[in-house]
């Protein structure tokens, strides 16, 4: 069973990108809590993934299974989704202890949202925090992509 594990966190304003990121959009044929169903083009290429249930004291793991599929299949399938699109551009840096970030810069409904999170082998394993993370938000169901299609955080009331 493939499995994921990942912490997720908000990013400082100081964080510049190091080179051009890759176009994503994706959308939910499934945003229930029990499982996900994203339909994604990442640049040229298009995605099916499964993903299982998070959260509670075990909120960085889950089930998750990707799959390639053909990319005219994936625009046909994101007609079929859920109301709702996350748009972004996906940047990817690695750390000096070999961990590599994937920092998410949110467009459209997700404008002024960018979202950095890490792959772990385990949830213990220790990481490098770069200088430009900020806040933990792994256990945060509004920074979920299926929840921020849903309830863009342009939307949300912000203090």
């Not at 493939?2 to 990013?11: A, H, M, P, S, Y």
């Not at 810069?105 to 993370?133: C, I, Q, T, Y």
């Not at 806040?135 to 929840?147: A, H, L």
Request: glycine residues 10%.
């Amino acid at each position: 069973m493939g499995v994921e594990i990942e912490r997720k966190f908000l990013v400082q304003p100081s964080w510049h990108p190091a080179a051009s990121g890759e176009e994503i959009a994706q959308g939910y044929l499934s945003s229930v809590p029990e499982r996900t169903v994203r339909v994604r083009i990442r640049g040229e290429r298009g995605y099916l993934t499964v993903k299982g249930r998070n959260g509670g004291a075990d909120a960085a793991r889950r089930a998750e299974f990707e799959y390639e599929i053909p990319v005219a299949d994936a625009r046909a399938m994101l007609a079929l989704c859920e109301p709702g699109l996350c748009e972004k551009v996906r940047h990817v840096e690695r750390a000096a202890d070999g961990h590599d970030w994937e920092i998410d810069v949110f467009h459209g409904k997700n404008e002024g949202l960018v979202v950095a999170e890490v792959e772990l082998g385990s949830e213990d394993e220790m990481f490098e925090r770069p200088s430009w993370l900020g806040e933990e938000v792994t256990g945060d169901k509004r920074y979920y992509n299926s929840c921020l299609a849903q309830n863009p955080y342009t939307e949300w009331k912000q203090p």
